[in-house]
DNA sequence: CCTACCGATCGGTAGG
DNA sequence: CCTACCGATCGGTAGG
């Protein structure tokens, strides 16, 4: 159980950003109290475990994740449409749930099965749509040729270095970011390589 | 302290792959003693404390990213040269050092300070120093221009992706994996965009 | 929503 | 290198 009310949205936020700060397990549910003014025997009246809390932000990311990027990609039938579209919502999101999707990327490990093996399998079923697009264009000859692995990874990878590298001091709205990154993407795929 | 001889590598080693494995947090010292068949306690005569340990894997990785990027900065100065040999010890480094650079990018929060602050200004070096050629070329010419600080943080996201991602099942050397980002790394910052 | 409390585990020390 | 042990903190329960 992870849903039952407003009160539960708060717990859930709380656990959100203190596990994205701090980590799963520099989080104790003692912190995700102090952030609503109470006490963390009272979190158990509205949560099931510690567990529940990771689990419901994993799977929803990985989830949420899939879904944009299915609809994004049915924007077009071209593929470097598709993966303007598909850099577009990946960054978008990225910018908008940074905290989610450092979760997601962080903490597998400490998210017990069945449920790590179900976001496993989310992931694995993300990574290969992405593979998809590109292996599309290049089957159709509007992308250059391998690296097509590479290329893919390095696609996905495009927003994470914002979290990561980034204090987001870039001086861009979050809409000219997924823009410019959505035309950094396709620059990296549509042409040949230059000598 | 936290070297005094072959007992204190191993020991070092065993952080090493259980850091990057379960998290600084999610390791006890414990852990790491029965990785070399001894009890905790006995851990306490070679190295100071858990934080050390951190703090080590940290400094050392940081420091040996920066100093191997300026020596491939120095092989040119034609910045597309520059870009291609930095992307390619940055991701060697990746490949040969996956556990390291998975801890210098995921424990900032558990290193505590003044370690904290060390590491990130050497971050903030490193990335100045991938900044520094990307401007450069700009400003030469070779480079097409802006998003110049979303390119450098997407040549500096390169590689992590395999770690992050892939299962590792690219099917390709080290070697080869290095030659290939380079050349997706310059494809990005090297040419005009597309309509 | 609270206080009181549980068993387990943690990093680290004492002392040999 | 060990055993024995410390104070602190953890997730979670009982019982109201």
Redesign the pocket.
């Known amino acids: 159980m992870v849903a039952d009310g407003t009160?539960s949205r708060d717990?859930l936020e709380a656990a959100r950003t203190l596990f994205a700060e701090r980590g799963?397990?520099?989080?104790?549910?003692?912190?995700?109290?102090a952030v609503?003014?109470?006490?963390?025997?009272?979190?158990?009246?509205?949560?099931?475990?510690?567990?529940?809390?990771l689990r419901a932000i994993m799977v929803d990311t990985m989830e949420a994740l899939i879904a944009i990027h299915e609809e994004a990609v049915a924007v077009s039938e071209d593929p470097a449409e598709q993966l303007r579209a598909a850099v577009g919502a990946h960054v978008r999101y990225q910018a908008t749930h940074a905290h989610d999707v450092k979760i997601a990327n962080a903490e597998i490990w400490h998210l017990d099965e069945p449920a790590r093996s179900q976001v496993r399998d989310l992931r694995r079923r993300y990574a290969r749509a992405w593979r998809d697009i590109v292996d599309r264009g290049v089957q159709e000859g509007r992308f250059r040729t391998p690296p097509t692995q590479l290329a893919t990874f390095t696609l996905m990878g495009m927003g994470v270095s914002l979290g990561n590298w980034a204090t987001s001091e870039t001086g861009l709205t979050d809409e000219e970011l997924v823009e410019q990154y959505a035309e950094l993407a396709v620059s990296l795929v549509l042409q040949p390589v230059a000598g």
């Not at 799963?24 to 003692?30: E, P, V, W």
């Not at 109470?38 to 809390?53: C, E, F, M, T, W």
């Open positions: 009160r717990i799963y397990l520099g989080t104790s549910m003692k912190d995700i109290a609503l003014g109470i006490r963390a025997p009272s979190l158990y009246n509205h949560v099931g475990s510690k567990q529940d809390l």
